[in-house]
Protein backbone atom coordinates (compact mmCIF):
# COMPACT_ATOMS: atom_id res chain seq x y z
CA UNK A 1 0.00 0.00 0.00
CA UNK A 2 1.19 3.57 -0.72
CA UNK A 3 -1.07 6.32 -0.84
CA UNK A 4 -0.89 10.52 -0.18
CA UNK A 5 -3.25 12.36 1.62
CA UNK A 6 -3.40 15.62 3.07
CA UNK A 7 -2.74 15.35 7.23
CA UNK A 8 -5.76 17.36 7.68
CA UNK A 9 -8.21 14.62 5.83
CA UNK A 10 -6.05 12.11 7.68
CA UNK A 11 -6.44 13.64 11.21
CA UNK A 12 -10.22 14.00 10.71
CA UNK A 13 -10.56 10.25 9.90
CA UNK A 14 -8.28 9.43 12.82
CA UNK A 15 -10.49 11.43 15.20
CA UNK A 16 -13.86 9.87 14.32
CA UNK A 17 -12.97 6.21 14.93
CA UNK A 18 -10.43 6.60 17.34
CA UNK A 19 -12.46 6.62 20.61
CA UNK A 20 -13.50 2.88 19.76
CA UNK A 21 -10.06 1.74 20.70
CA UNK A 22 -9.72 0.21 24.06
CA UNK A 23 -6.37 -0.09 25.84
CA UNK A 24 -7.83 -3.19 28.00
CA UNK A 25 -8.34 -5.98 24.95
CA UNK A 26 -6.94 -9.17 25.13
CA UNK A 27 -6.39 -9.05 21.48
CA UNK A 28 -3.78 -7.40 20.02
CA UNK A 29 -5.21 -6.30 16.60
CA UNK A 30 -7.93 -4.33 18.04
CA UNK A 31 -5.62 -2.03 19.65
CA UNK A 32 -4.95 -1.62 15.89
CA UNK A 33 -6.54 0.71 13.09
CA UNK A 34 -7.48 -1.09 10.20
CA UNK A 35 -6.21 1.16 6.76
CA UNK A 36 -7.48 -0.25 3.36
CA UNK A 37 -6.35 2.12 0.37
CA UNK A 38 -8.31 1.85 -2.98
CA UNK A 39 -9.52 3.98 -5.57
CA UNK A 40 -9.21 7.55 -4.74
CA UNK A 41 -10.12 6.65 -0.66
CA UNK A 42 -8.53 5.60 2.44
CA UNK A 43 -10.80 3.72 4.35
CA UNK A 44 -9.97 3.59 8.18
CA UNK A 45 -11.76 1.00 10.87
CA UNK A 46 -11.53 0.43 14.07
CA UNK A 47 -13.83 -1.88 16.50
CA UNK A 48 -13.92 -3.21 20.01
CA UNK A 49 -15.94 -6.56 18.44
CA UNK A 50 -19.23 -4.49 19.82
CA UNK A 51 -18.88 -1.38 17.74
CA UNK A 52 -17.39 -0.66 14.78
CA UNK A 53 -16.58 2.49 12.81
CA UNK A 54 -15.57 2.86 9.42
CA UNK A 55 -14.69 6.50 7.77
CA UNK A 56 -13.03 7.42 4.17
CA UNK A 57 -11.28 10.04 3.60
CA UNK A 58 -10.22 11.30 0.25
CA UNK A 59 -6.40 9.96 -0.84
CA UNK A 60 -3.74 9.73 -4.08
CA UNK A 61 -3.55 5.99 -3.93
CA UNK A 62 -0.31 4.92 -5.73
CA UNK A 63 -0.54 1.09 -4.52
CA UNK A 64 -3.91 0.14 -3.13
CA UNK A 65 -3.67 -2.03 -0.31
CA UNK A 66 -4.22 -2.63 3.49
CA UNK A 67 -2.52 -2.83 6.64
CA UNK A 68 -3.35 -2.31 10.46
CA UNK A 69 -1.18 0.24 13.05
CA UNK A 70 -1.27 0.88 16.34
CA UNK A 71 -3.94 2.90 16.09
CA UNK A 72 -3.42 5.69 19.60
CA UNK A 73 0.31 5.92 18.66
CA UNK A 74 -0.36 6.63 14.41
CA UNK A 75 -2.79 8.96 15.65
CA UNK A 76 -0.14 10.40 18.08
CA UNK A 77 2.37 10.35 14.77
CA UNK A 78 0.05 11.73 12.80
CA UNK A 79 -0.63 14.93 15.24
CA UNK A 80 2.93 16.02 16.09
CA UNK A 81 3.83 16.02 11.94
CA UNK A 82 3.66 19.50 10.42
CA UNK A 83 0.64 20.61 8.31
CA UNK A 84 1.31 19.44 4.35
CA UNK A 85 0.67 16.30 2.80
CA UNK A 86 1.63 12.67 4.35
CA UNK A 87 2.85 9.55 2.35
CA UNK A 88 2.51 5.94 3.36
CA UNK A 89 3.88 3.32 2.38
CA UNK A 90 3.83 -0.04 3.66
CA UNK A 91 5.35 -3.21 2.92
CA UNK A 92 4.76 -6.83 3.18
CA UNK A 93 6.55 -6.86 6.06
CA UNK A 94 4.39 -4.95 8.32
CA UNK A 95 6.68 -1.88 8.23
CA UNK A 96 4.85 1.46 7.21
CA UNK A 97 6.51 4.28 6.72
CA UNK A 98 5.47 7.49 7.53
CA UNK A 99 6.74 10.44 5.48
CA UNK A 100 5.61 14.46 5.82
CA UNK A 101 8.23 17.27 4.92
CA UNK A 102 11.29 16.44 6.31
CA UNK A 103 9.71 14.21 9.47
CA UNK A 104 10.90 10.34 9.03
CA UNK A 105 9.22 7.64 10.68
CA UNK A 106 8.52 3.63 10.74
CA UNK A 107 5.90 1.96 12.95
CA UNK A 108 5.41 -1.54 13.04
CA UNK A 109 1.81 -2.91 12.30
CA UNK A 110 -0.29 -6.08 12.20
CA UNK A 111 -1.52 -8.03 9.24
CA UNK A 112 -4.90 -6.39 8.13
CA UNK A 113 -6.12 -10.41 7.83
CA UNK A 114 -6.32 -11.11 11.10
CA UNK A 115 -8.29 -7.86 11.82
CA UNK A 116 -11.93 -8.99 12.35
CA UNK A 117 -14.58 -7.66 9.71
CA UNK A 118 -17.82 -6.86 10.42
CA UNK A 119 -20.26 -9.03 8.45
CA UNK A 120 -22.93 -7.89 6.32
CA UNK A 121 -26.51 -8.03 8.21
CA UNK A 122 -30.23 -8.10 6.62
CA UNK A 123 -32.07 -4.90 8.19
CA UNK A 124 -35.49 -6.21 9.35
CA UNK A 125 -36.56 -2.34 9.40
CA UNK A 126 -34.67 0.81 8.13
CA UNK A 127 -35.47 4.91 8.23
CA UNK A 128 -33.78 7.95 7.24
CA UNK A 129 -33.77 10.87 9.24
CA UNK A 130 -31.79 14.39 9.72
CA UNK A 131 -28.49 13.65 11.57
CA UNK A 132 -29.38 16.75 13.50
CA UNK A 133 -32.35 15.26 14.16
CA UNK A 134 -31.33 12.16 15.48
CA UNK A 135 -28.30 13.57 16.95
CA UNK A 136 -29.98 16.14 19.20
CA UNK A 137 -33.14 13.21 20.12
CA UNK A 138 -30.40 11.46 21.71
CA UNK A 139 -28.74 13.91 23.64
CA UNK A 140 -31.90 14.42 24.69
CA UNK A 141 -32.75 11.24 26.48
CA UNK A 142 -29.27 9.63 26.65
CA UNK A 143 -28.30 11.08 30.48
CA UNK A 144 -31.69 9.32 31.73
CA UNK A 145 -30.48 6.10 31.16
CA UNK A 146 -29.31 4.03 34.26
CA UNK A 147 -25.30 3.22 35.03
CA UNK A 148 -26.10 0.25 37.32
CA UNK A 149 -24.34 -2.14 35.07
CA UNK A 150 -26.96 -5.17 36.74
CA UNK A 151 -29.87 -3.21 34.71
CA UNK A 152 -28.44 -3.69 31.63
CA UNK A 153 -31.42 -3.00 29.64
CA UNK A 154 -31.58 0.29 30.93
CA UNK A 155 -28.24 1.10 30.41
CA UNK A 156 -29.13 1.30 26.60
CA UNK A 157 -32.00 3.81 24.94
CA UNK A 158 -35.02 2.58 23.15
CA UNK A 159 -35.51 3.32 19.67
CA UNK A 160 -39.72 2.23 18.74
CA UNK A 161 -41.33 2.31 15.93
CA UNK A 162 -45.30 2.48 15.75
CA UNK A 163 -47.12 3.52 12.56
CA UNK A 164 -44.57 6.01 11.68
CA UNK A 165 -43.95 7.45 14.91
CA UNK A 166 -40.32 6.96 16.12
CA UNK A 167 -39.56 7.03 19.57
CA UNK A 168 -35.99 7.24 21.64
CA UNK A 169 -36.41 6.90 25.33
CA UNK A 170 -34.31 6.37 27.91
CA UNK A 171 -34.74 6.15 31.99
CA UNK A 172 -33.09 4.87 34.76
CA UNK A 173 -36.69 3.99 36.78
CA UNK A 174 -36.41 7.44 38.82
CA UNK A 175 -37.11 9.22 35.33
CA UNK A 176 -37.92 9.11 32.17
CA UNK A 177 -36.76 11.10 29.21
CA UNK A 178 -38.13 10.78 25.91
CA UNK A 179 -38.96 12.60 22.10
CA UNK A 180 -41.05 11.11 19.42
CA UNK A 181 -40.73 11.99 15.80
CA UNK A 182 -43.03 11.72 12.69
CA UNK A 183 -40.79 9.76 10.15
CA UNK A 184 -41.64 10.82 6.16
CA UNK A 185 -42.79 7.92 3.96
CA UNK A 186 -45.84 6.10 3.41
CA UNK A 187 -45.49 3.03 5.31
CA UNK A 188 -42.87 1.59 7.71
CA UNK A 189 -42.64 -1.97 10.25
CA UNK A 190 -42.69 -2.05 13.58
CA UNK A 191 -40.28 -2.77 16.30
CA UNK A 192 -38.41 -2.42 19.32
CA UNK A 193 -34.90 -2.06 19.59
CA UNK A 194 -32.27 -1.30 22.34
CA UNK A 195 -28.91 0.58 21.65
CA UNK A 196 -26.17 0.09 24.13
CA UNK A 197 -24.38 3.30 25.36
CA UNK A 198 -21.18 3.20 24.07
CA UNK A 199 -22.88 3.25 20.57
CA UNK A 200 -25.03 6.08 21.50
CA UNK A 201 -21.86 8.47 22.42
CA UNK A 202 -20.51 7.55 19.59
CA UNK A 203 -23.81 8.64 17.63
CA UNK A 204 -23.69 11.78 19.21
CA UNK A 205 -19.91 12.69 18.42
CA UNK A 206 -19.85 11.37 14.70
CA UNK A 207 -23.04 12.74 12.86
CA UNK A 208 -23.08 14.88 10.72
CA UNK A 209 -25.57 17.62 11.52
CA UNK A 210 -26.02 18.45 7.74
CA UNK A 211 -26.22 14.61 5.98
CA UNK A 212 -29.38 12.38 7.15
CA UNK A 213 -28.72 9.25 8.56
CA UNK A 214 -29.65 6.12 7.21
CA UNK A 215 -30.23 3.29 10.15
CA UNK A 216 -30.67 -0.21 9.19
CA UNK A 217 -31.65 -2.72 12.35
CA UNK A 218 -32.16 -6.13 12.67
CA UNK A 219 -32.88 -8.20 16.18
CA UNK A 220 -29.17 -7.98 16.98
CA UNK A 221 -27.45 -5.12 14.80
CA UNK A 222 -27.62 -1.69 13.86
CA UNK A 223 -26.25 0.16 11.40
CA UNK A 224 -26.02 3.69 11.35
CA UNK A 225 -24.54 5.18 7.83
CA UNK A 226 -23.77 8.71 6.57
CA UNK A 227 -21.95 10.16 3.63
CA UNK A 228 -18.64 9.57 5.14
CA UNK A 229 -18.96 7.16 8.22
CA UNK A 230 -20.52 4.18 9.24
CA UNK A 231 -21.21 2.79 12.65
CA UNK A 232 -22.23 -0.91 13.29
CA UNK A 233 -22.98 -2.63 16.57
CA UNK A 234 -24.41 -5.44 18.55
CA UNK A 235 -28.06 -4.26 20.13
CA UNK A 236 -29.11 -5.10 23.63
CA UNK A 237 -30.70 -8.02 24.44
CA UNK A 238 -33.62 -8.02 25.96
CA UNK A 239 -37.24 -6.63 26.86
CA UNK A 240 -37.51 -2.72 27.36
CA UNK A 241 -40.04 -2.26 30.63
CA UNK A 242 -43.45 -0.35 30.09
CA UNK A 243 -41.83 3.47 30.30
CA UNK A 244 -45.29 4.58 29.32
CA UNK A 245 -47.21 3.32 32.55
CA UNK A 246 -44.96 6.12 34.50
CA UNK A 247 -46.48 8.76 32.57
CA UNK A 248 -50.01 10.52 34.30
CA UNK A 249 -52.73 10.35 32.59
CA UNK A 250 -53.55 13.81 33.47
CA UNK A 251 -52.14 16.88 35.84
CA UNK A 252 -53.96 19.06 37.98
CA UNK A 253 -51.65 22.00 38.02
CA UNK A 254 -49.40 23.42 35.30
CA UNK A 255 -46.82 26.44 34.84
CA UNK A 256 -44.87 28.09 32.56
CA UNK A 257 -41.18 29.14 33.79
CA UNK A 258 -38.31 30.60 31.80
CA UNK A 259 -35.89 27.87 31.04
CA UNK A 260 -32.43 29.44 31.01
CA UNK A 261 -33.16 31.51 34.08
CA UNK A 262 -34.78 28.50 35.70
CA UNK A 263 -31.75 26.34 34.93
CA UNK A 264 -29.54 29.61 36.55
CA UNK A 265 -31.65 29.89 39.52
CA UNK A 266 -31.45 25.90 39.91
CA UNK A 267 -27.77 25.31 39.69
CA UNK A 268 -26.97 28.48 41.55
CA UNK A 269 -29.09 27.46 45.13
CA UNK A 270 -27.60 23.88 44.52
CA UNK A 271 -24.18 24.66 45.13
CA UNK A 272 -25.36 24.33 49.08
CA UNK A 273 -26.58 20.46 48.45
CA UNK A 274 -24.70 18.03 50.05
CA UNK A 275 -24.37 14.16 49.95
CA UNK A 276 -26.15 13.85 53.08
CA UNK A 277 -28.18 16.62 52.11
CA UNK A 278 -29.35 16.25 48.07
CA UNK A 279 -32.64 17.84 47.62
CA UNK A 280 -33.36 20.65 46.37
CA UNK A 281 -36.85 22.23 47.08
CA UNK A 282 -39.40 24.14 44.76
CA UNK A 283 -42.12 26.30 47.07
CA UNK A 284 -44.86 27.37 44.73
CA UNK A 285 -47.01 30.31 45.49
CA UNK A 286 -49.40 32.73 42.99
CA UNK A 287 -46.53 33.31 40.49
CA UNK A 288 -43.79 32.77 42.70
CA UNK A 289 -41.17 29.58 42.59
CA UNK A 290 -39.09 29.91 45.44
CA UNK A 291 -35.92 27.40 44.94
CA UNK A 292 -34.35 26.44 47.87
CA UNK A 293 -31.62 24.00 49.61
CA UNK A 294 -29.71 23.84 53.23
CA UNK A 295 -27.64 21.38 54.14
CA UNK A 296 -25.33 21.13 57.53
CA UNK A 297 -21.82 21.06 56.03
CA UNK A 298 -22.53 24.35 54.01
CA UNK A 299 -25.55 26.23 55.47
CA UNK A 300 -28.50 27.10 53.19
CA UNK A 301 -29.70 29.05 50.01
CA UNK A 302 -32.64 30.10 48.34
CA UNK A 303 -34.08 32.04 45.37
CA UNK A 304 -37.17 33.46 43.88
CA UNK A 305 -38.25 33.19 40.08
CA UNK A 306 -41.57 34.73 38.64
CA UNK A 307 -43.73 32.16 37.02
CA UNK A 308 -47.23 31.79 35.98
CA UNK A 309 -48.61 29.90 38.96
CA UNK A 310 -52.01 30.32 40.15
CA UNK A 311 -52.61 27.16 42.17
CA UNK A 312 -52.79 26.08 45.69
CA UNK A 313 -49.45 26.50 47.37
CA UNK A 314 -47.07 23.29 47.56
CA UNK A 315 -43.87 22.36 47.80
CA UNK A 316 -41.74 19.34 46.34
CA UNK A 317 -38.28 18.18 46.72
CA UNK A 318 -35.86 16.88 44.06
CA UNK A 319 -32.57 15.95 42.97
CA UNK A 320 -31.10 18.94 41.43
CA UNK A 321 -29.25 17.31 39.11
CA UNK A 322 -32.51 15.37 38.19
CA UNK A 323 -34.05 18.64 36.97
CA UNK A 324 -30.57 20.36 35.37
CA UNK A 325 -29.78 17.62 32.96
CA UNK A 326 -32.66 18.03 30.66
CA UNK A 327 -32.34 21.79 30.73
CA UNK A 328 -28.70 21.51 29.52
CA UNK A 329 -30.34 20.04 25.96
CA UNK A 330 -33.34 21.56 25.51
CA UNK A 331 -33.92 24.86 22.96
CA UNK A 332 -37.62 26.02 23.93
CA UNK A 333 -37.56 29.44 25.73
CA UNK A 334 -40.40 28.56 28.03
CA UNK A 335 -41.09 25.12 30.02
CA UNK A 336 -43.75 23.62 31.14
CA UNK A 337 -43.80 22.11 34.34
CA UNK A 338 -46.88 19.66 35.37
CA UNK A 339 -47.95 17.67 38.56
CA UNK A 340 -50.80 16.50 41.03
CA UNK A 341 -49.01 16.73 44.43
CA UNK A 342 -45.93 16.72 46.25
CA UNK A 343 -45.82 12.81 46.09
CA UNK A 344 -46.52 12.78 42.11
CA UNK A 345 -44.69 12.30 39.09
CA UNK A 346 -43.58 16.31 37.40
CA UNK A 347 -43.40 16.36 34.15
CA UNK A 348 -41.04 19.02 31.85
CA UNK A 349 -41.86 19.72 28.10
CA UNK A 350 -40.84 22.48 25.54
CA UNK A 351 -39.46 21.20 22.96
CA UNK A 352 -41.40 20.00 20.08
CA UNK A 353 -41.99 16.09 20.91
CA UNK A 354 -40.28 15.81 24.17
CA UNK A 355 -41.01 15.02 27.53
CA UNK A 356 -39.34 14.11 30.79
CA UNK A 357 -41.43 12.86 34.39
CA UNK A 358 -39.58 12.75 37.50
CA UNK A 359 -40.41 11.45 40.84
CA UNK A 360 -40.15 13.92 43.60
CA UNK A 361 -37.71 12.62 46.54
CA UNK A 362 -39.70 11.91 49.81
CA UNK A 363 -39.19 13.47 53.15
Known sequence: MKITLSKENLSLGLRRVLSVVSARTTLPVLN??????????????????????????????????????PAKKFAQIIGALPDGDITLDSDEGQLTSIACQKSFFRIVGLDEKEFPREADFAEDWAFSMAG????????????ASSTDETRHVLNGILLSLRGGL????????????????????????EGDVILPPKLVGELERIIDDQADVNVKLSEARAGFSMPDALITSKLVEGTYPNYRQVIPGSFTHSLALPRERFATVLNRVAMVVSESSAAVKVKL?????????????????????EVSYDGEPIEIAFNPGFFSDPLRHLECDQ???????????????????????VMPMRG
Not at 39 to 59: F, M, Q, S, W
Not at 137 to 143: E, I, N
Not at 291 to 303: H, L, Q, R
Open 285 to 305: EKAVMTISATSNEFGEAKEPL
Open 32 to 69: NVLLEADGEKLTLTTTDLEVCIRTTVPAAVAQAGATTL
Open 335 to 357: LIMQFNDEYSPVSLSGDEGFLYV
Open 132 to 143: IELKKALSKVSY
Open 166 to 189: LTIAGTDGRRLALVEKSLDGDSFP
